[in-house]
């Protein structure tokens, strides 16, 4: 299995997660497979997103998708209030 992670602050979370949530067919189609949505105790303008892919390739595309058409446009990504990090990731042993 293959994780993108992703995180950046947020300036409003209902507003970021009406954002995300007009996504849901875009994840689906681009090959999601399960997704974690998380904010530190301590910071809830921050969010920490999994969306987990059969293959890299999946995540690496939907990685580009996000860039091109959903980050580079502020009225696809109300909410955000920097510039996210992502990094695909991969499991290693147990």
Known sequence: MTTLHIEH???DFDVW???FDRFA??????GVRGQ???RP???PQYMMIDL????VDEAEGFLTFLRSKVW???????GLAGAPMARILQRVGD
């Not at 987990?52 to 293959?55: A, K, L, V, Y």
């Open 17 to 19: 997660k009406a954002a």
């Open 72 to 78: 580079a446009q502020p009225e696809n990504s109300p």
């Open 52 to 55: 987990d892919f059969d293959t």
């Open 36 to 38: 974690r949505l998380q």
């Open 41 to 43: 105790v301590d910071d």
């Open 25 to 30: 067919d875009f994840r689906k189609q681009a």
């Open 9 to 11: 602050p947020i300036n």
